[in-house]
């Protein structure tokens, strides 16, 4: 299944409730496209009224969080897989017995901006081979020359939107996600961004770069359970969906990695 809006999507269980809005302080305009500059604080400045805390608080929350094993993580990434409306059955994130995945690995960037932290996404580019058109972490397969998995996390985040592996805290790891479509095998690890962090777009793979804050993830209508047509079938899709500054719906092997961090922080949605 790819990422594109599918058609006839619509919400389950009523009509769609409002969505906080991510893109506070980012202007009419949009997100940042191909070749644009990304700055941390310069680009995203503080919106009135609204605070996470300050970064040092968050910062010591997600470092402890990280560092901790997740006990229903099959659990999280299976709830955030589709669900065949008419066999009811869930696509599985269980690795084959074989366990020939090809394996790949992404960085989960958290921005410490002053108005609170805020998650790093970016929309790749639609001709890629793999997951094309998609909203993700910043990433790709094993490499060669990496010389383990989170380099290769890091290298892919140099690649893909120019961040130097400098400024990346690296925190903790989440447990490994595997992916059918593409039979990967992703190792996700969590990385701490300054204010300062500078961003810039590779044209040639990533169409643009969103941040939602962990505040407008976390929250209750954030979660929601939509319906998609896809191949003539209907199937329910676990989303975050948010605007950033357009609405987006975060779906997907992303979404439950997403989950990952969040559930370490008490977020729960997921049961409902």
Excluded at 36 to 64: F, I, N, T
Excluded at 204 to 222: N, Q, Y
Excluded at 225 to 244: M, N, S, T
Aim: aromatic fraction near 6%.
């Amino acid at each position: 299944m790819r990422s594109e809006q599918p058609r006839g999507e619509r919400q389950v269980g009523g009509p769609r409730p409002p969505t906080t809005s991510s893109g506070c302080g980012r202007g009419a305009g949009g997100g940042p496209k191909a070749g644009e500059h990304v700055a941390g604080s310069g680009r995203w400045p503080p919106c009135a009224g609204r605070s996470d805390g300050p970064p040092g608080g968050h910062a010591r929350r997600l470092r402890q969080a990280a560092s901790q094993p997740l006990p229903n993580w099959r659990e999280v990434y299976e709830s955030f897989s589709p669900v065949d409306i008419e066999t009811g059955e869930r696509l599985s994130r269980s690795l084959p017995a074989e366990e020939d995945a090809r394996r790949a690995a992404v960085l989960v960037p958290v921005l410490l901006e002053p108005d609170g932290a805020r998650l790093v996404y970016t929309v790749r580019k639609d001709h890629l081979n793999d997951h094309a058109g998609q909203i993700s972490f910043p990433g790709g397969g094993l490499d060669a020359r990496d010389e383990s998995l989170l380099d290769t996390a890091l290298r892919e985040a140099e690649e893909e939107i120019d961040l130097s592996r400098d400024l990346v805290e690296v925190i903790g790891a989440l447990e490994d996600m595997y992916i059918p479509p593409s039979n990967f095998r992703v190792s996700p690890y969590v990385g701490l961004l300054p204010p300062e962090a500078e961003m810039v777009i590779a044209p040639d793979e990533v169409e643009e770069i969103f941040t939602v804050s962990l505040r407008t993830l976390m929250a209750p209508k954030t979660f929601r359970k939509v319906l998609w047509q896809r191949d003539g079938r209907d199937y329910e899709v676990p989303v975050f969906a948010v605007e950033a500054p357009e609405p987006r719906n975060i779906w997907g092997a992303t979404a439950g990695m997403t989950a990952a961090l969040l559930t370490r922080l008490g977020w729960q949605e997921h049961l409902r």
